[in-house]
């Protein structure tokens, strides 16, 4: 893999490496179906493991990442990263954010008691920073997440309009402003807000009778790749 990175280097030019968890392989997705560009490579199948996971094995990886970056800094003129938001929160009583957060929820309940989980912001930060040392970093922000399980869906229906709970656009918001506060800090990440970026509205960016936009909570299907694909900017791949 190193070998016919390198090698892509030599033919295409720099490219733009898509850095992150699951969600940066919905991002891949969007940018393969938006932009025409010889050398645009993925680095998305972590295993469960972001910066600021504790797991040995987590740590390791993303060292790895890391070096070879540094030490292969000429193969990517930019890079873009991005993870899912809710292992970025904390609960009432400061657990760790995970899906149940979110999946635990009535559709008319209200998203509250939820903070930012401001260490595990600064460990990304950190990380992206002794990157963007040699290149370029975007960071870009998470996406807010519907969180509408299966059962939700299949129990009301396509054609019920799926509204994103009260204050639930709210606490992303805050994860995005703890995000752009960090990167402020770094002269080479910039932070750009997804949510603004895309705009996600609900319930037209969720699902009709005919389509499905995400493959569950906070996943992209591929119909949504390539619809939200579409509101990509111009400049997206470029610092």
């Known amino acids: 893999m190193k070998v016919r990175l390198r090698q892509c280097a030599l033919i295409h030019d720099p490219g733009v490496l898509i850095l992150g968890d699951s969600h940066s392989r919905d991002l891949f997705g969007m940018v393969s179906t938006a932009f025409e560009n010889d050398f645009i490579v993925g680095i998305t199948n972590t295993q469960g493991c972001r910066p600021h996971t504790q797991r040995e094995d987590c740590q390791e990886h993303y060292l790895a990442i890391k070096n070879f970056l540094i030490d292969n800094s000429h193969i990517f003129e930019h890079i873009i990263y991005e ?19 979110f999946n635990k929820l009535a559709l008319t309940d209200k998203v509250e008691n939820i903070g930012i989980n401001e260490e595990y912001v600064k460990q990304v930060s950190y990380y992206l ?20 399980s299966s059962q939700q869906v299949l129990s009301k229906g396509c054609d ?11 606490i992303f918001n805050e994860l995005d402003k703890a995000m752009s506060n960090e990167a402020s800090a770094f002269d080479y990440i910039k ?5 603004k970026v895309m705009n996600y509205t609900f319930p037209e960016d969720f699902m009709t009778c005919e389509y499905l936009l995400w493959s569950d909570g ?9 619809f939200f694909g579409e509101r990509l900017p111009l400049d997206f791949l470029e610092f």
């Open 83 to 101: 993870q899912a938001g809710f292992y970025l929160f904390l609960d009432e009583n400061n657990n760790k954010g995970n899906r149940e957060m």
């Open 218 to 226: 906070d996943h992209l299907s591929s119909s949504g790749e390539e």
């Open 160 to 170: 019920y309009g799926f509204s994103l709970r009260d204050g639930h656009k709210l």
């Open 129 to 148: 920073a002794e990157i963007s040392e040699v290149i370029p970093v975007t960071w870009f922000g998470s996406r807010v997440e519907p969180h509408f």
């Open 191 to 195: 932070f750009s807000s997804q949510n």
